[in-house]
Each structure stands twice: as structure tokens, then as C-alpha cells.
């Protein structure tokens, strides 16, 4: 970006190439921050010397010295514009479409910043494809006919792990998981960070011109000691040697973070080590020869890596996108059926978690509940998208709130909400209500601000296997708290039109037991709760029924046998 506002973009090599002159305009590893909200990327803006806009709490904005922020959303389009225009050249003309690749665990916030970044570069996206089954595509697993494979990917700023069954040409995910903050970035940073305790500089008193260079410097010893058993760094006038083994223990740390992914996605799928045929090996940081030994250790094989590491995600993107233009020499279409990391779903009364589609469930997929009102005369619905796998809604991710209204104001009970859950072959989420007397009808595109952080989906998980009891025993307790409440309001109404069918000391048996209930419910004592709301019923179960005779009576007044036999279709 020229500081005389007179705008060049640079992408790719000759951009990494100048980050020492031009530190404060240059922008590396930008998917770390797609999707995500400035509290969630503030050690990665420290790291990378970013300055962001502390103003904005929403998405994170760059700021650029002799220009206006940007967002990771706009420098992302950059870059898929550049891409463009090199397609433009071969293909003699414009692309159709384009199959863009994501990390696996890629949440719909991110996703969805992807594909707008895409329209923003003027793509249309065919579809987002989940990187592994890139690699799987790229591998021509699909040609091996059956087996179970692993699909182990670690680039520069993210990780995934994604078990895969193939049966003919069928890719199924069985799992995935991962952490979109995670990769050969952190490598590069324990190396700075070794390399500055080597020459006794303090990394706070750097400026970050030098900093950017010092990773750039990095991230090439790197490469060199994947092929070599030391390296020199140069910072200035003073240099440092980093030999392999220095290397491997400041990198030992981020390698054993994926093997807590790899374990989960393996428990997901009902699966061993043992049970898996092959492990592809996918992104640039896999040539680290500290990264296939552990892949090795932990999978009991050595792992596939024919193909230039760097290079599958993109081939296998460019085959689908083959495949989806209708006309591939490939042969048959390959099917895909990707998964959610998480599981979705919607709040409903007393804040528990109704879920609609659970994690590691094959998309596209769809569901849907029917819900009604518990208030008389309610004439709109607020709707909470929630997204994990904990029992109560305020343990989850918010994702987004809409209402349906202009219901018309009948009694509780009555309305007939249907709320439909869809994800696409995107993994992009949209959600729809409807009530089914009137037609009325309300939808949404979740697009959340800002995406989970790796920590927030680690932490969910989590939460979610060691609250598992304790979150399932809150919920009963809140149910069994909405049926009591339930049965009270149903009571009071009844009593306050009809006492006059109330009989002998009938008003006060139903009022002890009522008084006990309403106490119970201050309570944590669900089994209480339960069996007063029993008892409640079974006293009011004769004034209920004289209720119903009364009704009855009135409804058949002046109408003879046959009349009634033939309405009721007896006759």
C-alpha cells in the first residue's frame, strides 16, 4: 500500500518479500483472524505486530499507516483477487465458479467470512469444500474402493483431523477436529523466541520492522532444518546457530497439542489407531520431520506424503471444482458427506438447550421441532440459535437471536410454532419459523460477527463430557420446574371461572397441595417437584372432569342422537 494513498496491492512472494520494508502494511497469515472478534486474536496481533482498531469490539480491523482499516475479511479478497486474475490468464476467460477449501473446523462465522471475501473478489463459490477431503480427493483414495483413512493437516495457522470412511467413491467424515489456531506460525515463534535468548535481546524492546523480519528469518531456518541438522539466522549484525534437536524442543510443545484432536476424533468415530487403513498428510508445516515421526508413533504406520504437502489441498479443490462443472474426465462424481464439529440448536423455556442437529452429523442435513406459547395471548416468539453440547443454553455459543411476529393472541398452547434447522453443503447455517394456523413465518441466516476461538471449541467440548451429569440433572430440574408452572397457571385460570363446580372441602385439599408445589419449586428437590405436580393433578383430576361434562352438556344441548352420531361420523 503506497503511503501516498495511490493503492498497489502485492500478494504472494514478492509481498512476503517486503514485509521488512514495509512491516506496518504487510499482512501474513490472515486466516487466524477470519471470522473471529478482536478478544479473541489479541496475542496473534502482538505476535504479528498488528495494530488494531481498539475502537471496534465486534470484528477485528486493521489499522494501515496511510490508508483506511482493514479487515481480515478485505485483505482475504485481496488475495482470492489475485487468484482470480492468474485464472483469468490460463483459462483465456473467467471462471465459472470456484471450489475455495477451509479448515474442517471452521465454524460458520469463519465459513461464512470465507465466502464473503470470495463475493468481494468477485467469485462465485460452487461450494466450500473441508480441506482433508481435499487431500482425500487429491490422494484418489476414492479409487481404493473401501477403507477407513486419517486425514492429518497442518498448515501455517491451523490444524485439522478429520477420520474418513470411503466405500466406492462415497466419502464419509465420520469426525473431525481440530484447532483453527494452531500451526507452523507457532513454530516459527518458538524459534524467535529461542533465537532472541541466544543473543540475550529482550523481545519487548524490538520494533516491528524486526520482529516480522525475525519471523520471516524463522520461518527459513525452519525449512532448512527439515532437510539439515542446523541453521543460521541472522538478525542485523549478530547471528545464531539452531541446531534440529534446539529446534524440536522449542516446536515439541505444539506438536503434542494435536494429539488431544486426533484422540477426540478417533473416540467420535468409534475407533482405534489400529482401525485405520492409512494417514495422509496434508500442509506445509508435515515436512517437519518431528511431525511424521509423531504421526507415526501415534498411528502405528508411517504416513503418506507423495504428494508436495503444500500443494493437495489445492489439487484436490481444483478436481472437485472439475467434477462440479459437469463436463470432468475424472469419471463419476465423488460424493462428499462432511460433518458438523458442533452440535445446534435452539433455547426454549427455562433456558434449556434443545438440539436440533448434533455434532459429527452428516451434511447437508436439516431438522425440525414444533414448539407452542406459555403465555395466553402471546403475539410474537423471540428465537435463540445456540451452538455445543451443553444442556443449558447460557453454557453454549450464542449464534443468533430473530423473532416471529404478528401471531394472533390466542390462548397458551394453542399456536403451533415449526422451527427448521438447515445446514448446507457449506456448513453455513439457516433457520426458519413458522406457525402452521396462520402461515406466519420468520428465517435467518446465522452470520455471527465473529467466530469460536480454539479455545472456546476445545473448552466446550470439554465442558461438555465433564458436566455431562450435573448439566442433564439442572435440565431435568428446570423441566420438571416448567411443568409445575404449567399445571398452576392451567389451575388458577380454571379456578378463577368455574369455583362454583367445586365441591365439598375440594377448594382447600387442591390449595394445600398447590401451596406445597409452589414451595417445592423454590427448590432443588425435583423428585418433589414431580411427584407433588402428581398429586396436584390426581386432587384436580374431579373438578377437571366436571369441567368437561359441564362443556359436553352445553355443546349438546337441543341436538338429537342421530344429529350427534353422524357430526362424530358414527352414523
Known sequence: IDPDKLVTVVVGAAARDEVF??????????????????????????????????????????LVEGHAPVTPVEVSAEVLRALKARAVECLFGEPGGAVITVPAYFDDAQRQATKDAARLAGLEVLRLLNEPTAAAIAYGLD?????????????????????LRLDDGVFQVLSTAGDTHLGGDDFDRGLAGLVLGKLGVDPARIDDRTQRHLLLQARQVKHALSLGDSATLRLGEATATVTRAEFEAVALPTVERTTASCRRALSDAGLSPGDIDAVVMVGGSTR???????????????????????????????????????????????????????????EVM????????????????NASHTFTTHVDRQTAVDLHVVQGDRELARDNRSLARFELKGLPPMPAGVPRVKVDFLVDADGLLRVSARE?????????????????????????????????????????LIEARV??????????????????????????????VASALRAAMETSDRARIADLSKDLDAASAPFAQRRIERDLTRALAGRDADTVGKQLGLR
Open 436 to 476: 402452521e394456523h396462520t402461515g406466519i413465518e420468520a428465517q435467518v441466516e446465522v452470520k455471527p460477527s465473529y467466530g469460536l476461538s480454539e479455545d472456546e471449541i476445545e473448552r466446550m467440548l470439554e465442558d461438555a463430557i465433564d458436566h455431562a451429569e450435573t448439566d442433564v440433572d439442572e435440565r431435568l
Open 288 to 346: 517437519v520431520p518431528l511431525v511424521r515421526a509423531h504421526v507415526e508413533q501415534l498411528f502405528g504406520r508411517e504416513p503418506f506424503a507423495d504428494l508436495d504437502p503444500d500443494q493437495v489441498v489445492a489439487l484436490g479443490a481444483a478436481m472437485q471444482a472439475d467434477l462440479l462443472s459437469g463436463s470432468s474426465s475424472l469419471g463419476d462424481d465423488i460424493l462428499l458427506l462432511d460433518v458438523i464439529p458442533l452440535s445446534l440448536g435452539l
Open 143 to 163: 479409487r481404493r474402493g473401501t477403507g477407513t483413512f486419517a486425514v492429518y493437516d497442518l498448515g501455517g495457522g491451523t490444524f485439522d483431523i478429520s477420520i
Open 21 to 62: 520494508q514495509h512491516a506496518a502494511r504487510t499482512f501474513t497469515s490472515v486466516k487466524r483472524f477470519m471470522g473471529r472478534a478482536p478478544a479473541d486474536c489479541q496475542a496473534d496481533a502482538a505476535t504479528f505486530r498488528y495494530r488494531v482498531d481498539a475502537s471496534e469490539d465486534r470484528f477485528v480491523r486493521f
Open 350 to 365: 427455562g433456558g434449556v438447550t434443545e438440539k436440533f442437529i448434533v455434532r459429527c452429523s452428516p451434511i447437508p442435513v
Open 483 to 512: 411443568e409445575a408452572e404449567g399445571i398452576l397457571a392451567a389451575l388458577d385460570k380454571a379456578l378463577a371461572s368455574d369455583a362454583v363446580l367445586l365441591v365439598d372441602d375440594e377448594a382447600d385439599r387442591i390449595g394445600v
